[in-house]
């Protein structure tokens, strides 16, 4: 049973900075393919970024190609998404997700999910 567990959520200005980190526990962490999503009031659960088990396979979504990182540190059982240049349009409650070996970019795909964090941008 694999746990994942978010921090680093908050509200920033417009054009400011957030990292999000994302540590789990359960599974061996360098077997597991990590992605981050995220879901706004009233809109469906949207992808932003994942992550390859070895972190060399890394696929954003269109919206944060070039404003976001994704990366991890397998030593510590941890993954990261580094957010800059905020837009109010990022506000929603971003979620970590986690399966076996092969990436992907749909989340019904994903069986093991963090509790979310919040992240609100301000204009």
């Known amino acids: 049973q694999v746990q994942l567990v978010e921090s680093g959520g908050g509200l920033v200005q417009a054009g400011g900075s957030l990292r999000l980190s994302c540590t789990a526990s359960?599974?061996?962490?360098?077997?597991?393919?990590m992605a981050w999503f995220r879901q706004a009031p009233g809109n469906e659960r949207e992808f932003v970024a994942a992550?390859?088990?070895?972190?060399?396979?890394?696929y954003y979504a269109d919206s944060v190609k070039g404003r976001f990182t994704i990366s991890r540190d397998n030593a510590k059982n941890t993954v990261y998404l580094q957010m800059n240049s905020l837009k109010p349009e990022d506000t929603a409650v971003y979620y970590c997700a986690a399966r076996s070996f092969y990436l992907s970019l749909k989340h019904y795909e994903y069986g093991y999910w963090g509790q979310g964090t919040q992240v609100t941008v301000s204009s």
């Open positions: 992550i390859g088990p070895s972190g060399g396979a890394t």
């Open positions: 359960g599974l061996p962490f360098s077997t597991l393919a």
